[in-house]
Nanobody, 129 residues
Framework: QEQLVESGGGSVQAGGSLTLSCAAS????????MGWFRQAPGKEREGVAG???????TYADSATGRFTISKDNDKNTLYLQMNSLKPEDTAMYYC???????????????????????WGQGTQVTVSS
């Protein structure tokens, strides 16, 4: 059974850094788009970054230049390195997976969280000013 488990969240001051991890298990050898999403209280879930099976990445404007998505295929783990954190980055962060051909893990897909069928339980990130 497919499972995604996030870790690495916490509380930091503005300007600080955090690295989130997402351990994946039970997935087949199919091609997947892996993504990071976040949801703040009272707001809709939004896509932050995505990476396809070939390693191509895409980022939301809010993440460009500050966040880096990567993965370690040997460890079946997805990462999100977050630098220069701002209070507005405060949210629950989720990793997600969607079967997708290489090259289709684009920004449009991040704008449709419902296109991702597998989700982790989330990890909280709180950034104080």
């Amino acid at each position: 059974q497919e499972q995604l488990v996030e870790s690495g969240g916490g509380s930091v001051q503005a300007g600080g850094s955090l690295t989130l991890s997402c351990a994946a298990s039970g997935f087949t050898d199919r091609s997947y788009c892996m993504g990071w999403f976040r949801q703040a209280p009272g707001k809709e879930r939004e896509g932050v970054a995505g990476i396809d099976s070939g390693g191509s990445t895409t980022y939301a404007d809010s993440a460009t230049g500050r966040f880096t998505i990567s993965k370690d295929n040997d460890k079946n783990t997805l990462y999100l390195q977050m630098n220069s954190l701002k209070p507005e980055d405060t949210a629950m962060y989720y990793c997600a997976a969607a079967p997708a051909a290489p090259g289709t893990c684009a920004l449009w897909r991040l704008r449709f969280p419902q296109s991702f069928g597998y989700w982790g339980q989330g990890t909280q990130v709180t950034v104080s000013s």
